[in-house]
């Protein structure tokens, strides 16, 4: 089984920071790496797919990139609305998924 | 609007079954993938199980492959989990999800609002 690993578990951040956000796996995933976004008590919303491709609707501070066993999300100036769970999935044991263990973004 | 609704879930004994749907709705079901998604109170997500646009790829995660079993309708536009043999470590809320793709089982886009699963006797 392919493990992702986010990296860090939680991290501080205060409106307008820069934040970026590690995901790795096990072993060579390609790109198939998406990131997702959960709020407080809301249902996830998918942010990136493909590792670096916005989802439509998404606004443009949000970035992915990496390949192979190593991915960030960026958030190049964190909103209030930002503050939330992140976490990302493999699809490329598909049609086997697995989601990582999420990043929690607080104030 | 595109928009799932589950249903299904309730407070069941362990080594009992339960069956989840999942009503779409606003979009052409039978095009798209679709999978089923658990989280425990105050733990983040596992991805259960997926199935491709005419149920010929299926997908599970190893922790509920042999007990839950996936399977849609697309003439009633639904969604279904069979899960059986239910253990403690199954209680979760469990949401429905839209894939992005039709057959490759990949990205969910779109979710549903979820339909909660408790296993104690």
């Known amino acids: 089984d392919i493990q992702m690993t986010q990296s860090p578990s939680s991290l501080s951040a205060s409106i307008g920071n820069r934040v970026s956000i590690t995901c790795r796996a096990s072993?060579?995933?390609?790109?198939?790496l998406n990131w997702y976004q959960q709020r407080p008590g809301k249902v996830p919303k998918l942010l990136i797919y493909a590792a670096s491709s916005l989802q439509s609707g998404v606004p443009s501070r949000f970035s992915g990139s990496g390949s192979g066993t190593e991915f960030t999300l960026t958030i190049s100036s964190l909103q209030p609305e930002d503050f939330a769970t992140y976490y990302c999935q493999q699809y490329y044991t598909t049609p086997a998924l697995a989601f990582g263990g999420g990043t929690k973004v607080e104030i | 609007e595109v928009q799932l609704v589950e249903s299904g879930g309730g407070l069941v004994q362990p080594g009992r079954s339960l069956r989840l749907s999942c009503a779409a709705s606003g979009f052409r079901f039978e095009n798209y993938a679709m999978h089923w998604v658990r989280q425990a109170p105050g733990k983040g997500l596992e991805w259960v199980s997926g199935?491709?646009?005419?149920?010929?790829?299926?997908g599970y995660a190893d922790s509920v492959r042999g007990r839950f079993i996936i399977s849609r309708d697309n003439a009633k536009n639904s969604l279904y989990l069979q899960l059986n043999s239910l253990r403690a470590d199954d209680s979760a809320l469990y949401y429905c999800?839209?894939?992005?793709?039709?057959?490759?089982?990949?990205?969910?886009?779109?979710w549903g609002q979820g339909t909660t699963v408790t296993v104690s006797s």
């Open positions: 199935i491709s646009w005419n149920s010929g790829r299926i």
């Open positions: 999800a839209k894939d992005i793709f039709s057959a490759a089982i990949s990205s969910m886009d779109v």
């Open positions: 072993q060579s995933i390609g790109t198939h």
